[in-house]
């Protein structure tokens, strides 16, 4: 099985920044699409964030427009996600996901907590 391998939570307080990463560990597995989902306790997986990887197509959910940033390195299929001004309600178990044609994975998550 595929992995995505990915890095980069923590604790941070209100209005910081952290960024996170998702790389592909299996060479063989090309994706065309990645994406950014986050978990908060107890609610439902929610979409944030897509780019596709030839051409660095990028669109974001309404509740991080503005203040995340998506990007990847096309060579090595590396996905980051840059996070800045963050707030409590961010505070989530956040995924990574890739499409290939042979098909879908997903990382193991990685914490995001917001706290002062």
């Known amino acids: 099985q595929v992995q995505l391998v990915e890095s980069g939570g923590g604790l941070v307080q209100p209005g910081g920044s952290l960024r996170l990463s998702c790389a592909v560990s299996?060479?063989?597995?090309?994706?065309?699409?990645m994406r950014w989902y986050r978990q908060p306790l107890g609610k439902e997986r929610e979409f944030i964030a897509l780019?596709?990887?030839?051409?660095?197509?990028?669109d974001y959910a309404d509740s991080v427009k503005g203040r995340f940033t998506v990007s990847r390195v096309e060579a090595n299929y590396t996905m980051y996600l840059q996070m800045n001004d963050l707030q409590r309600e961010d505070t989530a178990v956040y995924y990574c996901n890739a499409e290939a044609m042979t098909g879908t994975s997903w990382g193991q998550g990685t914490q995001v907590t917001v706290s002062s």
């Open positions: 780019i596709t990887i030839a051409a660095g197509v990028t």
């Open positions: 299996d060479s063989t597995f090309k994706p065309y699409t």
